[in-house]
Structure formats: C-alpha cells, structure tokens
C-alpha cells in the first residue's frame, strides 16, 4: 500500500521529523485517518518531549480527520496540499476544524516534500539590503536578478507612461461598471456591510483590445525573462490578463491575507512562476499597499511568519505606472485600505512553466474548468 510504504520511510527519517519539529509544541498531534473501500489505516503524528513521532495508528489525537487513498496521493504529489483538501471540502474532520489547523499546514509541506523551515535567521540575514529598493527596466539585469531571487519579488519604477496607465484605467472603468453579477469573467467578493462587490475581472484579453495586446508589450516579456526563458505568459489558465479591486472594508477576499499562490496545490507546475502586477492607482496607507515578505519563497511559512519575521515584511508605496513583480511562492498580501470609498486597481498577468500550457492541449479541459484551480490539479500528471 502507498500509503503504508510512505510512513515507514518517514518514521525512519529522523532529520526530517527534527526540522518539522520546531513547528509544533508539545500539545500537538494530528491523525490521518486514510481510507479506501476495502480498509481504513491511521496515522498519528504526536509531539512529545520536544519530537515529533509517527506512529503507524489511529490515536485520539487533537486533530482526527478522514481521507481516501487517492487524496493522500494527490496529497504527496501536490496536485492538493493539505490545506487545499480543507479549503476544497476533501478532507472531513472527526475532532477540530480547520480553525485549528495552526503549523500543521506548513509541518507536513517539510515532511512530505522537504520544504526548508522559515526562521527569523532569514530576516536577519536580509538586512543589509534596501528591502524599499526599485528598480528601474535600465538598471543592470544582473542586479536585479540577483535581488528578486534574494527576496523573492522585485519593484519597478514608471514602467508605463502616464498615457498608457490612463487609457487602460478608463477602460476598466466602464468594464467595471457595466459588468453584469452573472458575467464569467467577474469574481465577487462581500463586504463587511453584506454587499456583493466586484473584486476581479479575470480573462481581460477575451474582452478588450488593450489587455490582449499586453502578452506582446517588449516590457512585461523582459520582466519574465528575469525569472527565466523558460517562462510563458498564461492566457488560458490562472485567470490569464486580470484587474484585481481592492474595496474598502471587504470581508472575504482573500488577497487581504496573507498567501502564496501554491498554498492550496499545484506546487509543482505553478513555482517558480512569476505574478508581474501594473499599479493603475496609487498605492499607499490609506489605499492599500502590496506587501511582501521577504525570503519567504524558499520556505515552508506558519501564519505566525509575517509578524516573527516584522523586519523582512515590506509594504510597497506604488505610484500609477509602477510593477511589482513577485514568485508565486512569495508570501505576500494586499494589505486593506483605511480609507473609506477606495476602489483601487492593479493588473495582474501570470508567467508559469511551458508543463502547465502543455498540459491545457492535453487535457482538452473545459473553457469553465480553465476558470478555477482544478485546471492545475489535472494538468499535474502530464509529462
């Protein structure tokens, strides 16, 4: 049985257990109860004087939750993390909810693919950089190459003209305003009042001229080539040329948290990929900032990370023109506005590796497939 074989080279992997350890406290313990039609086999990972043990039993431990044989497979390959078969309804809680996952998350991203442990030493070891630099396009390459693998994200100076930015903010404009609640390409997203709001227009490219023409603007290319050639930017797939809104006093987007693109799966397919965002409005305080947290992007992150790490978490101001760039596992946020009537827009266009569009022509997914995070879980087993 996979699962059976899995375990007993992870007991033996004391170095592993060692890392993931320092995630957990003593009170902490986790059963995976994993089950197919035939059997069902659980699994504890218990914490006890400063180790983490995996004992191959089902135990009543803090956490008990219930999964199928083909989930603890997707689980292992990425196609899901463990968050993402929460996050997706997959997995089943006997005891606890996914309120109370807290380091498990990252403790088993350690275990089952040898992610590195954050730690504040990263933060440390970051300070003799100006984390506020930006760049300008002309400035050597090597730098900011050199900065962007470093920090995990990059700023550039007025990258479009003032013309450009306008003609694209006004377009949106009326995009926005005549956009219907029932309209694909929107994504709508409740406030603290209960409203529906529009919080994203995904697939700009299928609806406007000026965003189509963005996958060919010489710029946004020499950004992704920053990250590497092998990088292509995603029309069909990852929501392709999308506007990002972000609202005063919204309850439920979850831009306003912090994140990683890989966080509920597609690890694989999706990282090293580059998110390349154009500020159409400025980005300050009282706005809403775009935040990073440096480093991040080599590394397993808890929720705690952002604020034991303070000193490496940057809030960018923006002006309209500027682009920010950052990994797909950049742990990043877009930080809540504190003024009232804010509405204000970014672009944001996606580069991945060649496997995820190749996988699109093998796969024949649906058009409405394309549109949601499943695509990236059947694009995962192509070659």
């Known amino acids: 049985m996979f699962d059976v074989d899995f375990h007993q080279r992870l007991i033996m992997n004391q170095v592993l257990l060692a890392q993931a350890a320092c995630l957990l406290t003593d009170s902490d313990s986790l059963c995976l109860c994993i089950e197919n039609d035939a059997e069902a086999r659980g699994y504890t990972y218990q914490m006890r004087d400063d180790q983490l043990f995996v004992l191959p039993k089902r135990t009543s431990a803090n956490l008990i939750v219930h999964l199928s044989t083909t989930q603890f497979q997707q689980l292992i390959s990425e196609e899901f993390s463990f968050l993402g078969l929460v996050e997706t ?14 380091n498990w998350p990252a403790v088993l991203q350690v275990l089952y693919y040898q ?14 950089l100006d984390l506020h630099h930006k760049f300008r396009l002309t400035d050597p390459v090597d730098d900011v190459v050199r900065f962007l693998h470093r920090t995990g994200y990059v700023v550039f100076r007025q990258v479009f003209s003032f013309a450009e930015y306008r003609v694209l903010s006004d377009n949106l404009d009326q995009h926005i305003q005549a956009l219907e609640d029932d309209d694909p390409h929107g994504r709508w997203y409740e406030n603290a009042a209960g ?7 995904a697939y700009l490219e299928e ?12 710029r946004l290319k020499q950004i992704a080539r920053y990250a590497g050639p092998e990088l292509a930017m995603a029309h069909e797939c990852m929501d392709g040329v999308q506007c990002i809104i972000n609202r005063s006093h919204m309850a439920d987007n979850r831009s306003l948290h912090w994140h990683k693109l890989c966080d509920l799966g597609g690890h694989p397919l999706l990282c090293p990929g580059l998110v390349v965002t154009l500020h159409l409005d400025e980005g300050t305080v009282e ?13 397993a992150n808890t929720p705690a990370d952002p604020e034991l790490g303070e000193s490496s978490v940057v809030a960018i101001d923006t002006q309209p023109g500027d682009i920010t760039v950052h990994y797909a596992h950049t742990l990043h946020q877009i930080q809540a506005p504190t003024r009232n009537h ?3 827009k970014v672009i944001g266009v996606q580069y991945h590796k060649l496997k995820l569009f190749t996988a699109t022509a093998k796969d024949a997914v649906a058009p409405d497939t394309r549109k949601s995070f499943v695509f990236v879980h059947r694009a995962i087993g192509h070659p």
């Open 342 to 344: 804010v509405k204000r």
């Open 195 to 201: 409203d529906s709001k529009l919080g994203k227009i």
């Open 207 to 218: 609806i406007d001229d000026h965003f189509r023409q963005l996958a060919d603007d010489p």
């Open 115 to 128: 992610r590195e442990v954050w730690s504040p030493a990263v933060s440390q070891s970051l300070k003799r």
């Open 287 to 299: 706005t809403g900032r775009t935040a990073f947290m440096a480093g991040s992007h080599k590394y």
């Open 89 to 102: 309804g997959q997995i089943t809680f006997e005891r606890g909810s996914k309120d109370q996952l807290g």
